[in-house]
Structures are given as C-alpha cells and as structure tokens.
C-alpha cells in the first residue's frame, strides 16, 4: 500500500504562471516532508522541506503548505520558469529519523513558454 | 569529483552473471543508501548504511548484496538477478544522525540495469 501519493503523474503550465503540485499521503506517524526534483540522467535532489509543526516554509520562487488534518501537502512555485521542466518528488519521513523516506511516485513538470 | 559519483551508469547482465555497482560520496557524509526506482513506481529505500554499518534492509532479495568498506564507499553486489530487477539504481548520501531541516540525502545520478 503506498503511503504517500502523488495522483497527477504530469502538469503543463505556461512561464511565468503559479504551479501547484500535490502530494498526499496516509500515515500520521509521518513528521517530516519533503520536495525533490529530478531532471532527466541526474538523481534527484533537494528543493525545500517542513517540519509538521509548520504549515508553511518559503523558499524564493518555492513554497511548500502542509495540511495534517487532511493529511495533504502542496508545492507552489512561483513565477514559473523553464528551468523548473523536472520531476517532483514528494518525500515523508518518520520521527525517528529521516533517513527512512517514504517516497511518492513523482510528478513531471513542464512549464511552457 | 564532487557530490555523489556511481558507476556505471548503464549496465546489461544476464541472469546468470554477476556484477557490481559503484557509489562513491565526495561530501564528508556517514550515512550511504541504495535506493531503487522501477519504471512508473516510486523511489524504493533498499539499505542504510551508517558508520560502514549496515541499519536498514528492507527486505531485499539476497541476489543483491550491499558492502561498505568505508564512509565514503557503497557498493551493490549483484547476482543471477530476474528481468524484473531491471529498474534505475540510485546511490545516496547523508550527514547521520540526519538532521530535519539540513537538506536531507544526496543522490548520485543513478545506474540504469537492464537485465536479460
């Protein structure tokens, strides 16, 4: 069963417009979220991430909300670029640590110009 | 070489040979992962190691056998692997104890498998 979920396998938005990516997820033991990208024969790397006891970290052009109740989070990258054309990972970890992450299945990006 | 280097980066094998991939970490990091990532499925944590120690498997078939002779270090020892083991092997790295907030894992850019 996976326990954390990116449902939109692909999103196409137009340069310089707001992108929205999600990620759900289903364990409530998970304390720790975070945002990976990937482009193409590169491994992925980090974006931004939130402590659950946040519901909000900004990061420049990045933003990531977090939901607990609803168990939702979401990626906002704002103004949209070319460069940002990856994959998105989203990523949990447990409190015990976080080198046990719980990754969703990732979502391409293409921004448009 | 800086950051998180593997090698190679494609590999074929049949089922009946062995081989080995190569990760290497240029960060100072004591923390060194394997992860697997099949076509169309998400990224899948295979074995921790930390301080040359192995902490984590997560139940992986004993055709893949990790070693860690140093920090700096992992290796996947591969043998009479199954076609569906064909899947992109990615390498990672980690400050230990991890620390929320620090950046979390760095990856290499991965292995692409392809067994016959």
């Known amino acids: 069963d996976q326990q954390v979920k990116q449902n939109s396998p692909s999103l196409s938005v137009q340069e310089g417009r707001i992108s929205i990516l999600n990620c759900d997820y289903t364990n409530s033991m998970f304390d720790y979220f975070l945002w990976y990208k990937k482009y193409p024969a590169e491994g992925p790397t980090f974006l931004i991430s939130i402590s659950s006891i946040k519901d909000k970290n900004e990061d420049g052009r990045f933003t990531v909300f977090l939901n607990k109740s609803a168990k939702h989070l979401s990626l906002h990258i704002v103004p949209s670029q070319p460069g940002d054309s990856a994959v998105y990972f989203c990523a949990a970890s447990y409190p015990e640590g976080a080198q046990k992450l719980v990754f969703g299945q990732g979502t391409r990006l293409t921004i448009n110009p | 070489e800086t950051g998180v280097t593997q090698t190679p980066r494609h590999l074929v094998m049949g089922m009946t040979n062995k081989k080995s991939l190569k990760c290497e970490q240029h960060?100072?990091?004591?923390?060194m992962y394997w992860y697997k990532q099949s076509a169309k499925k998400p990224l899948e944590l295979m074995f921790v190691?930390?301080?040359?120690?192995?902490?984590e498997n997560n139940s992986v078939p004993s055709r893949f056998s990790p070693e860690c002779p140093n920090s700096s270090h992992l290796f996947l020892h591969l043998h009479t692997l199954q076609p569906e083991d064909s899947a992109l092997y990615l390498c990672a790295s980690s400050q230990d104890p991890l620390i929320a907030g620090e950046g979390s894992q760095y990856f290499g850019p991965g292995t692409r498998l392809t067994v016959t």
């Open positions: 190691y930390n301080f040359k120690e192995q902490t």
């Open positions: 960060l100072g990091h004591n923390a």
